[in-house]
């Protein structure tokens, strides 16, 4: 029997394909993002929707060795990455990628650390997975961002395709069955942004529903089933559907053999959408630089990029939900609280009167110098006037997190600890971070 030909092509899927399949990863990058992963997996493993959908699927568990943190009982693979993807999500505090728009860790680390955990692999082969479907989701992100993102949420859709490659490399799939677990995820790919527009509990379903397509398409596919290989640039193919083009290629392959890009993602430093972040990071700058307060505050106004007008303008926010997407709650709880973390979506903080003052003083337009950087860049103008008469203003070039304002790694454990403790306590939180940043086995 004559071997198969090897995958040499200008496709995409089959460029995205070989790169997963010999990858390596900068391991410490690798485990900046795992602490990142748990630090919003516990606090959301505690809270709805995941609580409800565990409940809910408890007879649905299947066999298996795969951890679900929401109930801590071990289960199959796909119930697992399924239920842990929803909980990192939920608190809106998971890792981005800033030039694809897509949150990776949510869906990619659910999906590639339930399958090593039930098939008992090395760390090593669970960094190696984790790069490989960072890779492949931000890549085909940055070929179809911006206009994908204007009906789509690229986390619930090329999300799918990091997870299926993720799994694939646990399962020891070569590259020619990594591209088909890459083609039968991407006619699975789902999640619109209107779930996030309004209220309900949908958007933490859609990584919770990448990670566990995806794993079915890695399973799938090396069991030997195959996809449509030319699925993403297609006339009528993944990137022709979402997005204004069959796909901004040579964008999305640059780089591929330089530095991964789990190297280079924003970890958050806001509890709420990322877009809120530049304008909440200005003010914070004008508040250290001048000591004014809120009651100091006559109005307060953001000039920003596409999503920010669009995604984050809800002056009349009510909901945890919808104020977690609102900038000019955020605003109001970050002058009257000090900073937008949990605290800020509590119930008693959602009608503080003192937040809800705030949120008429703000306003949002669209600055067109802005719009036409992003999505590679992510700022803010704002514009504060205090009642003395004195006006403000300051230019965020970036956010604090984002690749060129890093948190550092005690930052991150800071954050780690903000979530964590007062879910698991302080001896259990340190322990695990400890062994996150330090061990050389599975995290269980």
Known sequence: MMP????????????LAAHAATVQPPRHA?????????????????????????????????????????DNEVSGIRHAALLNAVASHTVEFDDIHRDSGHHPGSVTIAAALAAAQHHGASLETLHRAITAGYEVACRIGMAVTPSHYRNWHTTGTVGTMGAAAAVAVILGCDEQKIA???????????????????????????????AEAGTLAAMSAAAGMTGALDVLHGPVGFAAATSDSTGRWDVALAGLDGTPLIDSITFKNHGCCGHIFPALDAVTTLRAEHGFGPDDVK????????????????????????????????????????????????????????????????????????????PRQRAARVEVELTDGRVLSHYQPTRKGDPDMPLTDEELSQKFRELVVPVVGQASAEALLNRLWHDDVLPD
Not at 4 to 15: C, D, F, G, I, Q
Not at 41 to 65: D, Q, S
Not at 357 to 370: F, K, Q, T
């Open 4 to 15: 198969e030909a090897p995958l040499v092509s200008t496709n995409p899927l089959l460029l």
């Open 30 to 70: 690798v485990r900046r993002a795992m602490v990142d992963w748990f630090a919003c997996l516990v606090p959301g493993a505690r809270n709805a929707p995941g609580t409800l959908m565990a409940a809910a699927l408890a007879g649905e568990r299947g066999a298996g060795r795969a951890r679900c943190y929401i």
């Open 180 to 210: 088909h677990a890459i083609a039968l995820s991407a006619t699975m790919a789902g999640g619109l942004q209107q779930a996030f527009r309004g209220d309900g509990m949908s958007k933490p379903l859609h990584p919770g529903h990448a």
């Open 299 to 374: 109005r307060i106004h953001i000039g920003g990029y596409s999503a920010t007008k669009d995604v984050t303008d809800r002056p009349d926010a009510r909901t945890e939900q919808e104020c977690r997407f609102s900038a000019q709650y955020c605003m109001g709880a970050l002058l009257v609280l000090g900073g937008v973390r949990l605290a800020a979506f509590t119930p008693d903080n959602l009608v503080n009167p003192a937040i809800r003052a705030i949120m008429p003083r703000v306003s949002v337009s669209l600055s067109p110098d802005l719009a036409s950087a992003y």
